[in-house]
């Protein structure tokens, strides 16, 4: 299948200053991603806070403007696209937040919530024709058409959820970007959502980033994983390859940490230290400070470790892993 949303090569920055006088800096969010997602499909970005992920899914997304590199949904550029093009666009790509309470405006009902992106992008259908939809979206999700005249306030937190996920079908996207869209949830609910996610998906043939720092949530509804590190893609793999054999020092200690609901045992590997800063990025590789992998290494391999930056490379299950030494 084809890619509908392709990153190049990717890179965004942001300028910072320390102080009124401070020397600034840039702070490198997304570095050198290249990334196909095929259509139909979901990938799963997968990383600790700080890694970019939320930045990378927002650039590709066209609301974050590339520092290098391009982004493409259905072979075009988005940064050449004039804002009048990019507009119209826009309805086919949408973002599903973390916070569902901060993406509903409280003073709205959820029907004029849900009807406000169909008032925007499809003002040719009559009132009464919105409305219907909205209903017709709200039990889609899960939802009466009694919710409509509700506010956000009177919701639970999966109901909102719900309302956010409606909203962001209401223009027919072909793309959505879920943002940690169950990590503000209970248990319990987490996996009522991400059924519906992974059903809706199915249903009507998204393409679908999932955003999350958990594995575990990942594998539940993801085709393939990506996995980032410092604002960099370090392994990406169908998501049965990375949790029978990850490639990577990273991705293992990450699937350690998921429990083996088949029997299994898995190696608990424990991190060391923090994540570096984007600010001052380690020369070498990001990861060769925690590394456990660098413990058992020459010291002519972990001179290569600290001084040469591993680019992208086939790895055993299929995938691509940035690791001089993985196996």
């Not at 409509?148 to 072909?174: D, F, H, M, Y």
């Not at 990861?287 to 086939?314: I, N």
Request: proline share 6%; charged share 25%.
């Amino acid at each position: 299948m084809s890619a509908l949303v392709e990153a190049e090569g990717l890179s965004v920055g942001f300028g910072t200053r320390r102080g009124l006088w401070g020397r600034s800096k840039t702070l490198w969010a997304v570095r050198n991603v290249t990334l196909p997602l095929e259509e139909g499909k979901t990938v799963g970005i997968v990383g600790e806070s700080g890694c970019g992920k939320s930045t990378l899914g927002r650039a590709l997304l066209g609301l974050v403007k590339p520092s290098a590199g391009t982004v493409r949904f259905d072979g075009r550029a988005l940064e050449a696209l004039a804002p009048e093009t990019l507009r119209r666009l826009r309805r086919q790509m949408q973002l599903v937040f973390q916070d569902p309470y901060a993406a509903l405006n409280p003073r709205l009902t959820i029907g004029e919530a849900v009807r406000e992106p169909l008032d925007i992008h499809r003002a040719d259908l009559g009132l009464s024709a919105r409305e219907e939809l909205v209903k017709s979206l709200l039990e889609r999700v899960g939802l009466g058409a009694s919710h409509a005249a509700r506010l956000p306030s009177g919701l639970s937190g999966g109901q909102r959820q719900r309302v956010v996920i409606a909203r962001a079908l209401a223009t027919e996207p072909r793309f959505i970007v879920a943002d940690e869209p169950v990590s503000a949830l209970d248990v319990s609910i987490q996996a009522q959502i991400l059924n519906l996610l992974d059903d809706l998906r199915r249903e009507r043939k998204l393409t679908l980033a999932f955003i999350s720092h958990d594995l575990r949530v990942v594998r539940h509804v993801s085709d393939e994983v990506v996995v980032m590190y410092l604002g960099r893609v370090v392994e990406r793999a169908a998501v049965d390859a990375v949790f029978a054999g990850p490639a990577h020092p990273y991705t293992r200690a990450l699937r350690s940490a998921v429990p083996d609901v088949r029997g299994g045992t898995t190696e608990r590997v424990v991190l060391e230290g923090e994540l570096p800063s984007p600010l001052a990025p380690p020369k070498g590789c990001a990861f060769f400070a925690r590394c456990p992998l660098a413990k058992t290494l020459s010291a002519e391999q972990r001179g290569r470790c600290s001084g040469e930056e591993p680019e992208l490379r086939e790895a055993p299950h299929g995938g691509v892993v940035a690791c001089h030494f993985s196996s």
